[in-house]
């Protein structure tokens, strides 16, 4: 079984600081890692995942996120965010054998004040 | 292309009714997904559908809550017995196979008045 924690349920930050959210996951067996967003109003979308190779991943806009197999983090960077990037962000797991539904994390609002 | 819709997109029941909520997952998608969010929660896995078939559905909170794939495509999570309990967005995902990223509807905003 996997569980993931969000430690963070809101996060504020002025427009063009850098921001992290955080994730920290539990599992008893390897794991593939994603972080999901949901802008106002709309539907969940993939923003980046994690599946193997190199433990740095990136989206196309401006995100990255870290692998951390020792600390069982995915924590997720952004060195200088915009009004735009003002959402709810889900990190979430699935294990890479057995079971294939995504185990999400509670969610953190990221609000980004001008 | 089109991506997963969900319908309808809010439903307002009372007590006691039985709901339907239809899902219609990307074209050639085989594994079909449902999850429930709780207000300020992320979403819970309910069941799995690979083709036809529930291969998981160990995530159905009790035998009130029935989900199906008669044709592998679209699917139908059906709930007896509605309780304001089962307030919640239910959302469906689709993915081209078991190990694909999943790709998700808009969800349906359920109230149990």
């Known amino acids: 079984a996997q569980s993931v924690t969000q430690l963070d349920s809101q996060v504020p930050v002025f427009e063009e600081a850098p921001v992290e959210l955080r994730c920290n996951y539990s599992?008893?067996?390897?794991?593939?890692l994603f972080w999901y967003v949901q802008y106002p109003n709309q539907g969940l979308q993939l923003l980046l995942k994690y599946l193997s190779g190199s433990t740095l991943v990136e989206s196309i806009n401006g995100f990255e996120a870290e692998f951390n197999k020792s600390q069982t983090s995915f924590h997720l960077r952004k060195p200088s965010v915009h009004i735009s990037d003002t959402a709810e962000y889900f990190c979430a797991v699935r294990g890479v054998v057995g079971a294939q539904k995504l185990v999400f994390g509670q969610g953190t609002r990221l609000t980004i004040n001008p | 292309g089109a991506g997963v819709s969900q319908t309808p997109s809010n439903k307002v029941t009372e007590k006691g009714k039985y709901v339907e909520l239809r899902c219609d997952p990307i074209s050639g998608h085989t594994a079909l997904y449902w999850y429930r969010q709780s207000l300020g929660q992320g979403p819970e896995f309910l069941i799995y559908?690979?083709?036809?078939?529930?291969?998981?559905d160990s995530g159905l909170p009790n035998d009130r809550f029935f989900a199906v794939r008669p044709e592998g495509s679209v699917s139908t999570l059906k709930i007896q017995r509605t309780e304001r309990g089962d307030s919640a967005v239910y959302l469906c995902?689709?993915?081209?196979?078991?190990?694909?990223?999943?790709?998700f509807g808009p969800g349906t905003r359920l109230l149990v008045l």
């Open positions: 599992s008893s067996v390897s794991v593939y």
């Open positions: 559908f690979q083709g036809t078939g529930a291969a998981d």
């Open positions: 995902a689709s993915s081209p196979g078991r190990k694909e990223t999943q790709y």
